[in-house]
């Protein structure tokens, strides 16, 4: 739409956004000039400090601006449980839903020999010093119920119990408000295996 | 996700995109922030770059940087013909799909008295005057084929015809590769309507 290019440009840096094809970044490059242009600008100052800001959280890597994050700096959660989580989003899910009242710890990815993912990049070293210190009681592995998933968790676990740390795992099982005859078969053959008692 | 609140403006702020809810803002955060944070910083000095400096040529409306938009500043553009669309998108629209030759003006909108949206607020002032000074032979109106559409074509038609100019409007019918039986009653209508001699 642009003389020369700056708009062209817009539309080609939006296409950083994941799920953003062509025609919805220009559809957002349109709406913005038009529409929004105070939001763009806010937009575009927040990204780029967010960018610069935005750093690991040394103790558990949870994205921050800060040293620790807003959960390991919070006294009143407890520092003897530690749940161990794949992704940011992951965090925020379990936060939302649950009243764990313990702190986190964050992988940002799983185990993947073939990509070259090994227990360095998940920060496992720094896991293993954290444990080493001593305080944590209870290592509560939330990491996906998938096969790369379950292959860290076992890793995690290996290295606890050098620890002497306790371990658990959260619970597979049917999901809670779906009907049965749609859960497909290691879903339900986890269920019978890890059958509780009612009553 | 963040100790205080960077990560937390960071998604608000990309909610101004249009189509993008709460959690696909989240979603966006993380993945740059994870993944592709030069790019990140890219769209950021480029978004406040692109709405300091683009604004509307000032000749037809588009947008652009320069004084005068790709189109009417081409030589090779026909200045005879006007092309009047509603939106920005459908001048890429038609450019990517026809063969044109001339030049276009965009309304950015159309007529709707209860928004209070009135002639000058489409340029019809700008229009008025550039058929005034003459070196206009034709005009294609593609505005939408839509009640407002076909009223603010009525009205530029008002205003052609005031200066001699030739008024045509792009033909509506089936669509091109779609099934007969899925047109609506009103395409059709206009369909037998307007039909052309085949042989």
């Not at 937009?43 to 890597?61: F, P």
């Not at 720094?126 to 305080?135: I, N, W």
């Not at 968790?153 to 740390?165: E, K, P, Q, S």
Request: negative net charge; contains cysteine; charged residues 20%.
């Amino acid at each position: 739409m642009s003389g020369s290019g700056l708009l062209e440009d817009l539309v080609e840096s939006l296409r950083c956004l994941p799920g953003v094809g062509p025609k919805s970044a220009q559809r957002m490059a349109l709406h913005l000039l038009q529409r929004d242009r105070e939001a763009a600008r806010r937009l575009g100052t927040t990204l780029i400090s967010a960018m610069d800001r935005i750093h690991h959280c040394q103790q558990c890597r949870i994205f921050t601006e800060n040293t620790l994050c807003r959960w390991c700096s919070d006294p009143a959660r407890r520092s003897s449980q530690l749940c161990i989580v794949e992704n940011p989003a992951d965090v925020l899910a379990i936060d939302r839903a649950t009243h764990y009242p313990g702190k986190y710890f964050l992988l940002l990815g799983h185990l993947s020999p073939l990509d070259g993912i090994g227990p360095r990049d998940l920060g496992l070293d720094l896991l293993d010093a954290r444990l080493q210190s001593g305080g944590i009681d209870e290592i509560i592995l939330a990491t996906s119920p998938t096969v790369e998933g379950q292959a860290t968790a076992r890793f995690i676990a290996d290295l606890a119990a050098r620890h002497g740390v306790s371990v658990m795992q959260i619970a597979r099982g049917v999901p809670v408000g779906s009907e049965l005859e749609f859960a497909d078969g290691s879903t339900l053959s986890v269920a019978f295996e890890q059958r509780t008692p009612l009553i």
